[in-house]
């Protein structure tokens, strides 16, 4: 059964950065198509940036230029830049295959306030 297990968050002030990890166990992540998700208080949880086993990337317009989404398959993880972060970014982060096939993990809390 694969586990993910979301880091990196915390709390930082607008315009700032932080890197967030996914570090899976029990399946090798290079198969399959990758993503990172998003649910703010409120709200449907939504997918903010993808990549896929062959490494090309995508993210949705609201965060386009700002985060970036990468894989190191060595260690199993899978990595979101974030940059320039706005308010409107605070949320629970997420990864899970873009199909969402996998348990989700606790998540990674984001806070962008100054």
């Known amino acids: 059964q694969v586990q993910l297990v979301e880091s990196g968050g915390g709390l930082v002030q607008p315009g700032g950065s932080l890197r967030l990890s996914c570090a899976a166990s029990?399946?090798?992540?290079?198969?399959?198509?990758m993503g990172w998700y998003r649910q703010a208080p409120g709200k449907q949880r939504e997918k903010v940036a993808t990549?896929?086993?062959?490494?090309?990337?995508n993210t949705v317009d609201s965060v386009k230029g700002r985060f970036t989404i990468s894989r190191d398959n060595a260690k199993n993880t899978v990595y979101l830049q974030m940059n320039s972060l706005k308010p409107e970014d605070t949320a629970v982060y997420y990864c899970n295959s873009v199909y969402g096939a996998f348990s989700w993990g606790q998540g990674t809390q984001v806070t962008v306030s100054s």
């Open positions: 029990g399946s090798i992540l290079s198969i399959y198509h």
């Open positions: 990549i896929t086993s062959g490494g090309i990337t």
